[in-house]
């Protein structure tokens, strides 16, 4: 007795499928590089006392880095300078001048 043969074939794959999947992740922005030394850090700190003074008021560190328009490590910069020179007070976690 002769075998017959049984053919199956494959479903057509899509070719969306067939092709791998390439995701770009979308490139991070790019942050400016802070430099550090005596004149950078003495600007900072001047950027800070001015919003300090204009705000005549205890400002968290986010607040004076949005009231004097620089970055929240320049604030951190800065304010490092003026503590070091007994300018600032702290209270509650806000900083004024002294």
């Known amino acids: 007795m002769a075998e017959k ?3 199956t074939k494959k479903a ?6 067939e092709k ?13 590089a802070l430099v550090v030394n005596g004149e950078n ?3 900072k700190a001047g950027d800070v006392y001015q919003a300090l003074a204009a705000a005549e008021k205890a400002l968290t560190v986010k607040e004076i ?3 004097a328009k620089i970055s929240e490590e320049e604030t951190l910069l800065g304010l490092g300078w003026l503590f070091k020179e007994g300018k600032l ?4 976690e806000k900083i004024t001048l002294a």
């Not at 791998?20 to 400016?32: D, E, H, L």
């Open 12 to 17: 057509a794959a899509p070719k969306a499928a």
């Open 89 to 92: 007070a702290t209270a509650d």
């Open 65 to 67: 880095a949005k009231a």
């Open 20 to 32: 791998k999947a390439t995701v770009k992740k979308a490139a991070a922005p790019k942050k400016a």
């Open 41 to 43: 850090a003495g600007f």
């Open 5 to 7: 043969k049984t053919t």
